[in-house]
């Protein structure tokens, strides 16, 4: 898991996490914080392990890592964070090293992962867990949640 704590550790990864927690410090809703990603990740390599599917655990934490990093551009300037984290994780990934199909397939899952249709098996996993690692089921804000009813997670799932 040393890429992991690579992008962890890259300095662009976090100026932009940074940047986030500041402007999310008074975010009502779902936080996009590193408890987050890594409650993505972890979702998502169970669902790897029960099904048997062949993706690692080291490109799940890694596109889980990333998934939610274009936010503070979101914020900024209203490019889609999904978007923006493609081009953030396209940077990251290129400096730490990673091949291109490697880079291809977590940049892919990036900008799929806010829809669960025609993306990769890691991209519907990124997406599945991130709806999962949400617990609306005990949010106060959750009446005033603008996402709609379908994508709340209104039971425990796992």
């Known amino acids: 898991m040393d890429?992991?704590?690579?992008?962890?550790?890259?300095?662009l990864y976090q100026q932009e996490l940074q940047k986030l927690q500041i402007l999310e410090k008074d975010r009502e809703f779902c936080r996009h914080t590193p408890e987050h990603f890594l409650d993505v990740a972890r979702l998502a390599y169970i669902e790897a392990l029960e099904h048997g599917y062949s993706v690692t655990k080291e490109m799940i934490y890694c596109t889980a890592l990333?998934?939610?990093?274009?936010?503070?551009?979101q914020y900024e300037d209203?490019?889609?964070?999904d978007e923006a984290g493609a081009v953030i994780?396209?940077?990251?990934?290129s400096e730490i090293g990673f091949s291109s199909e490697e880079t291809e397939a977590i940049v892919s899952a990036i900008r799929g992962h806010r829809a669960q249709t025609?993306?990769?098996?890691l991209g519907k996993m990124i997406y599945t867990a991130d709806k999962r690692s949400r617990n609306c089921f005990s949010c106060k804000s959750e009446p005033e949640c603008y996402w709609a009813p379908v994508?709340?997670?209104?039971?425990?799932?796992?």
């Open 78 to 81: 209203g490019t889609p964070h």
């Open 3 to 11: 890429r992991v704590n690579q992008i962890w550790n890259h300095p």
């Open 66 to 73: 990333l998934h939610d990093i274009g936010r503070a551009r």
């Open 89 to 93: 994780a396209q940077q990251i990934l």
């Open 118 to 121: 025609e993306q990769s098996l």
């Open 151 to 158: 994508k709340k997670n209104m039971t425990i799932q796992y």
